[in-house]
């Protein structure tokens, strides 16, 4: 086992590493979207000046991924290059996520020992709960979306490793002070963490409930007591890490929300007003299936029945949580974009049942021909699809690099140091050009987010805060572009943003002279 593990973190390496080579040969290390700058901005400023800020001095409630900001930190603190800190750390924390996966289908599928008696389904030898395990863990490490999630430098590799191991332990039935903790620890990952918590909290009333009354064929009075106290327990372990995160928050913004989790919504508010949520929901939920998963559909569908024939309940948590991540997004944050990386947390859990619904379908069916196509096919298609993430990866970084970071070098270069400065993506521009400047998108500039969309009500803002300068894609602001008011001054020349079909960043000149 220990050789197994040893085996699967050096390939997780081994996987991280290829898509960094690439991506350099291409002339490009870096990360494949401006929010991964956004938090080595708030992690430099926490590990070297011990604030949580990303304007330095001022204190910000702009992060949703507060931990994940202090696992960056402690790069800075320790004066590592913070490239290969990052780099490193992810994949770590991405050969410790497909161990546990392994555990955790293990638990679920194939343990005939497992704490959840009687609701094993795959009555297997040694042998085959090896291979089932090794099977999932490796297909986890090799599916595309989380391989180009392990080196984009975003919190993703630690949610996916909390929300496993939240799973593995409540399995494993830990105490519940310990699982509101590990709830905690996810919630301060990222604020949809609370919902799995929640999941596993109601899990560990119904497990209660359904040890004592296997117990006596009547409730006891004591039921509802010792459910309280599971309650009891699991809320202090949860609120004692995340209520100092909800309290500098209600300080700094007068909410308990970071304020991404309202300039998020506003800004794709439109969406949410003219999609239905039944179409917006299906999209979201599609998303994470696109690559060698999809071929696990039928296999998934067949383990979710015969948890469901066999009343196994408890088999069915991480089927919640696939079916209520996309549902939360399609409430409140109705996109796609960056390969769906905000649902990419599902994706271990789909796998878990598709590879387990493999191996119930090999139990049943002993054709040798069905036995090999079904098996080899999503493999050869996994191949393929890890190949694809490396281009689309390196891809990703050479648009973030060549726009974004070329213009925040040119702006730090160029632009006079008493401008005033607007920008729309700000996480390279804060990393390299280290002057306040205003948020159009309301991370860090909060008042902006009442009329994120407005473009009249912005350029009026700009103009009103004297604001010298502006930046941001023209098809974003297609109004302001248009605006003789604003001078382009500088624009990449970027030839694979147009290559994949997008406009290059400009840097206008705001000249009010005539207004």
């Known amino acids: 086992m220990r050789r197994q593990n040893l085996f699967l973190i050096l390939l997780a390496f081994i996987s991280a590493g290829v898509y960094l080579a690439l991506s350099a040969s291409r002339g490009a290390v870096g990360f494949p979207l401006d929010d ?122 630690l949610f996916v490793f909390l929300s496993l191991l939240l799973l593995e332990r409540f399995y494993a039935r830990e105490r519940a002070w310990l699982l509101g903790i590990i709830g905690a620890l996810l919630t301060l990952t990222r604020p949809e963490g609370a919902v799995l918590a929640g999941i596993v909290a109601a899990s560990v009333i119904a497990r209660r409930i359904e040890a004592t009354t296997k117990q006596s064929p009547t409730v006891p009075r004591g039921l509802l007591r010792f459910a309280r106290n599971d309650v009891m327990f699991f809320g202090f372990g949860f609120a004692f890490l995340l209520a100092p995160y909800l309290l500098f928050n209600l300080a700094v913004s007068g909410n308990i929300f970071p304020n991404t989790f309202f300039a998020k919504n506003a800004e794709y508010q439109i969406i949410i007003e003219r999609v239905p949520f039944v179409i917006r929901y299906l999209q979201l939920l599609f998303i994470p299936f696109i690559g060698a998963q999809t071929l696990l559909i039928p296999a998934m569908l067949f383990a979710v029945f015969h948890f469901v024939k066999r009343r196994n309940f408890f088999g069915l948590i991480p089927l919640a ?102 920008a729309h993506d700000i996480g390279a521009l804060g990393y390299y050009y280290d002057k306040p400047f205003i948020d159009l998108a309301g991370l860090v500039s909060p008042e902006v987010i009442p009329f994120i969309r407005d473009e ?38 970027c030839a694979v943003t147009r290559r994949e079909g997008g406009t290059n960043m400009v840097v206008y000149k705001i000249v009010l002279t005539g207004k």
């Open 36 to 157: 991964a700058w956004i938090h080595q901005v708030y992690a430099r400023n926490l590990g070297t000046r011990g604030e949580f800020a990303f304007f330095a001095g001022q204190p910000s409630a702009g992060s949703t991924a507060p931990l994940w900001t202090i696992f960056l930190a402690v790069g800075y603190f320790l004066r590592i290059d913070f490239h290969a800190w990052t780099y490193v750390v992810v994949a770590m924390l991405m050969g410790a996520s497909v161990i546990l996966a392994g555990r955790v289908g293990e638990r679920i599928f194939a343990t005939r020992n497992s704490q959840i008696e009687n609701h094993f389904l795959v009555p297997s030898p040694k042998s085959q709960t090896w291979l089932f395990a090794f099977s999932l863990s490796l297909f986890t490490l090799l599916e595309w979306h989380l391989s180009w999630s392990a080196v984009s430098g975003m919190e993703i590799p």
């Open 456 to 493: 009249n009500r912005l350029r009026e803002y700009l103009f009103s805060r004297s604001t010298q300068y502006a930046i941001f894609f023209p098809d974003w602001y297609p109004a302001l572009d248009s605006d003789p008011r604003f001078a382009r001054v500088f624009q990449t020349d």
């Open 321 to 422: 949580w696939i079916l209520l991540l996309p549902a939360l997004y399609a409430l409140r944050l109705p996109v796609a974009y960056q390969h769906g990386r905000y649902e990419m947390p599902i994706i271990p859990f789909i796998v878990m049942y598709g590879i387990g619904g493999m191996f119930l379908l090999f139990e049943r069916v002993k054709n040798f021909v069905f036995r090999a196509t079904y098996a080899l096919a999503p493999a050869a298609t996994l191949i393929a699809f890890w190949f694809i993430g490396a281009n689309a990866y390196a891809t990703d970084v050479a648009i973030i690099d060549c726009e974004m970071v070329q213009t925040a070098r040119w702006v730090a270069q160029n632009v006079p140091r008493d401008a005033r400065v607007a």
